[in-house]
Nanobody
Framework: QVQLVESGGGLVQAGGSLRLSCEVS????????MGWFRQAPGKDQEFVAG????????YYADSVKGRFTIERADAKNTVSLQMNALNPEDTAVYYC??????????????????WGQGTQVTVSS
């Protein structure tokens, strides 16, 4: 049974920072490509960031590029999302996801087989 558990969400003022973490259990962590998605109230889920098996290649939505950083720590079975210069438009539930197959775009939610329960990020103006 693969489990993903997110942590690190909360309330922050505009311009502030948060760091989300996702711990993966149940299978060898380095067999997964990882991603973060988010869903704001009344909006569709959207891709935020993704990272390949090695951590050498990362991918970002244009809306977060330059502000967010995704990193994986295989020794800890975790993937993190460092979020800087947050603004109210970043308010959403953030989800960690894992893809065990080598094909499929990391930008596409259908590529991922496993999902966390989500963590709320609220940015006040």
């Amino acid at each position: 049974q693969v489990q993903l558990v997110e942590s690190g969400g909360g309330l922050v003022q505009a311009g502030g920072s948060l760091r989300l973490s996702c711990e993966v259990s149940g299978r060898t962590f380095n067999s997964y490509r990882m991603g973060w998605f988010r869903q704001a109230p009344g909006k569709d889920q959207e891709f935020v960031a993704g990272v390949d098996y090695s951590g050498d290649h990362t991918y970002y939505a244009d809306s977060v590029k330059g502000r967010f950083t995704i990193e994986r720590a295989d020794a800890k079975n975790t993937v993190s999302l460092q979020m800087n210069a947050l603004n109210p438009e970043d308010t959403a539930v953030y989800y960690c996801a894992a893809a065990h197959q080598s094909w499929g775009s990391l930008y596409n939610s259908g590529t991922y087989a496993y999902w966390g329960q989500g963590t709320q990020v609220t940015v006040s103006s």
